[in-house]
């Protein structure tokens, strides 16, 4: 599974039709969609289609046509998402009507290429599930823990000082290893 980091834009014109296709992390989706309904008020269509994993490790995923014949749009575009094996991502294209009906097969390629060119443009990170760990030390190890987690780009969440400093991460499994075998001297996993 894939993912992106940031917001990538690229348009498609297919007879005087443009559909300028957004592809966005799925947290910024919902602001994203409304951002563009605002900025592009006489635009006909904004389809939509999107996938993410719950708190299950599950894969959601919806699409919507936005009026355009059934199947011919959102559909289509979630495909492409599939294909690529994009995850917790989310695209929106915005579709300024040329004057031409396209016919549903029309439709269906001019959707799905404007999602694919988008897709080519963006940086593609491979996913790896996070694991949250609580690993404490003493005080007197506390620039050390903070500097291998930077060096290993493992996030720290929080930070508990009682007897010891707690510090709560998440980072891949991998990333999680690394730290412990570097540090399993100074510090205690939970």
């Not at 599930?129 to 500097?147: I, Q």
Request: include cysteine; glycine fraction near 6%.
């Amino acid at each position: 599974m894939q993912y992106i980091k940031e917001h990538y834009t690229d348009t498609l014109e297919v007879k005087q039709s443009k559909f300028i296709a957004h592809l966005v992390p799925y947290t910024d989706y919902e602001s994203t969609l409304k951002k563009l309904q605002q900025e592009h008020p006489k635009a006909r269509h904004f389809v939509t289609a999107y996938r993410y994993l719950n708190e299950y490790g599950q894969i959601v995923e919806s699409s919507s046509d936005d009026g355009e014949p059934k199947g011919t749009s959102g559909k289509p575009s979630l495909m492409v998402l599939q294909g690529k094996d994009l995850i917790n991502t989310a695209v929106i294209i915005v579709r300024y009507f040329g004057g031409t009906k396209l016919g549903t097969g029309g439709l269906v390629r001019a959707y799905s290429d404007a999602v694919n060119l988008v897709i080519e443009k963006a940086k593609l990170y491979p996913y790896q599930k996070l694991v949250v760990k609580r690993v404490s030390c003493d005080y007197s190890d506390v620039r050390m823990v903070e500097y291998e987690c930077k060096n290993e780009n493992i996030t720290v969440k929080e930070k508990i000082f009682e007897s010891k400093v707690t510090f709560v991460v998440e980072a891949s499994k991998d990333q999680i290893d690394k730290l412990i075998s570097k540090l399993e001297r100074v510090i205690e996993v939970e």
